[in-house]
């Protein structure tokens, strides 16, 4: 059984501030996504890396993918109250990545 | 495009009821699969789709039938409605290897 490790699992900053979520397993992806969950909605994807060691930049939100391709992070820059939520990362498997694996999702919260 | 929708949005049953949670895109998506997420628990896979008439099962199956008769739908049905099934359940539907969301459908089982 895969398992993605999520940490932390909870996050309160103050508006402004730069913060890291990280997501480990000791299994090998072939692909690793984010989303972010806004309370009473579902989850919305937010970027996908498929390379070890890619980077990719989604404004102030940068996530990377290990080289090893078992783990992820996501950095977020001078963070702001509508970066609140739960941010899940999801690893994918086999050729078709049909079947996800998520992490438990680390609960963020931005203080203006 | 309304992209994924379910319905209810709430529903409450008593133990031992039966009820369908629907799913439904319109993308045309083959994939689709429905998850339930627990305080703590993450998102677990129920059940997918690969296509039209063909199903599978995910990491927590039991209690939980699907079928799917066509591209679009994806229902999910409890026979026997139990507490251990209260949850929020979400459908999603794929292609390539993104996943989009539906809203959830809140589920108290009493």
């Known amino acids: 059984t895969q398992l993605l490790e999520q940490s932390p699992q909870f996050l309160s900053i103050q508006e402004g501030e730069n913060l890291t979520v990280y997501c480990n397993s000791s299994s090998v992806f072939s692909s690793l996504q984010w989303y972010r969950q806004e309370p009473g909605e579902g989850p919305v994807l937010l970027v996908t890396v498929v390379t070890g060691g890619e980077v990719k930049k989604l404004k102030r939100l940068t996530f990377q993918f290990g080289d090893a391709r078992k783990d992820s992070s996501l950095h977020i820059t001078a963070a702001q109250p509508g970066d609140t939520g739960l941010y899940l990362c999801?690893?994918?498997?086999?050729?078709?990545?049909?079947?996800?694996?998520f992490g438990k999702g680390t609960l963020l919260t931005v203080n203006p | 495009n309304a992209g994924v929708t379910q319905t209810p949005k709430f529903q409450v049953l008593k133990t031992g009821q039966s009820m369908t949670l629907q799913c439904a895109q319109d993308m045309n998506h083959e994939y689709m699969s429905w998850y339930r997420q627990d305080p703590g628990m993450g998102l677990r896979l129920i059940h997918y789709?690969?296509?039209?008439?063909?199903?599978d099962q995910g990491e927590v199956p039991n209690g939980y039938n699907v079928s799917r008769s066509t591209t679009e739908d994806f229902p999910l049905r409890l026979l026997s409605a139990a507490p251990s099934q209260t949850s929020v359940y979400f459908c999603?539907?794929?292609?390539?290897?993104?996943?989009?969301f539906g809203p959830g459908t809140r589920l108290t089982v009493t």
């Open positions: 789709s690969v296509g039209a008439g063909i199903t």
């Open positions: 999801a690893g994918g498997s086999g050729g078709s990545n049909y079947k996800l694996t």
């Open positions: 999603a539907s794929q292609t390539g290897i993104e996943q989009y």
